[in-house]
């Protein structure tokens, strides 16, 4: 079944640790990308990559870091600097700024 | 800086009539436009984008440069397509030199019977 694939789809995390988010896609694309949804305020763009071993700060990237090792995966990490860090994480990817291709998500609760 | 304003974030008509949400946007270069659905318990999905200038599940949408705008339009609105709409924005290709996506906050669209 190809796609993209996020895990896992539910996490709980106690304040002051971080927390690193699956995001592994067999599409063979370039970008992907990190948007967290929250209610009312639509999907906002955390980071952004176009190539392996580079990636670009979105709009709300303070408190997380991602990584871009290998094509297939997008790791992002929601650090204890993230004031608040309950939502939900969408990844994406896509080829060519064409059709982005998104997975199921994952909700993270601080507890 | 690429922005993607949607003013209504709700929306409700009956089956039958037609439906208009709105999408504005503001990018200084050559933008690129989409309009992304996800209905209930599925995954966010490209609907239509306007190079393509289709007409998909009975919705078109069409850029307007000068007003800044990428209407999505249907003539009869169906049941089934209650659910947020998304509009989207990325510079378009030229190179591939920048692939930054940016999304409205979205319309929720729920047609009554």
């Known amino acids: 079944d190809g796609g993209i694939t996020q895990s896992p789809k539910y996490l709980f995390r106690k304040e002051g640790q971080n927390v690193t988010l699956s995001c592994e896609q067999n599409?063979?694309?370039?970008?992907m990308y990190w948007y967290r949804q929250d209610p009312g305020q639509g999907l906002r763009l955390i980071y952004y990559s176009q190539i392996v071993n580079d990636f670009q700060k979105g709009d709300i990237a303070e408190g997380y870091s991602v990584s871009r090792e290998k094509k297939e995966s997008f790791p992002l990490t929601v650090t204890s600097a993230q004031k608040n860090p309950t939502a939900f994480y969408l990844c994406a990817s896509s080829f060519d700024s064409r059709e982005a291709f998104f997975g199921q998500g994952t909700r993270l609760t601080v507890v | 800086a690429q922005r993607v304003t949607q003013p209504e974030k709700l929306l409700s008509v009956f089956k039958g009539a037609p439906v208009e949400l709105k999408c504005n946007y503001s990018y200084s270069g050559s933008p690129e436009l989409f309009w992304y659905v996800q209905y209930s318990r599925q995954r966010l999905q490209l609907l239509l984008r306007h190079i393509s200038r289709e007409s998909i599940k009975g919705f078109t949408a069409d850029l307007n440069k000068g007003e800044t705008s990428f209407h999505l339009k249907k003539p009869f609105a169906q049941e089934e397509d209650s659910a947020m709409y998304y509009c989207?924005?990325?510079?378009?290709?030229?190179?591939?030199?920048?692939?930054?996506?940016?999304f409205g906050k979205g319309t929720l669209l729920t047609v009554n019977p």
């Open positions: 599409l063979n694309h370039d970008a």
């Open positions: 989207a924005l990325s510079p378009a290709n030229s190179g591939g030199s920048n692939y930054k996506l940016t």
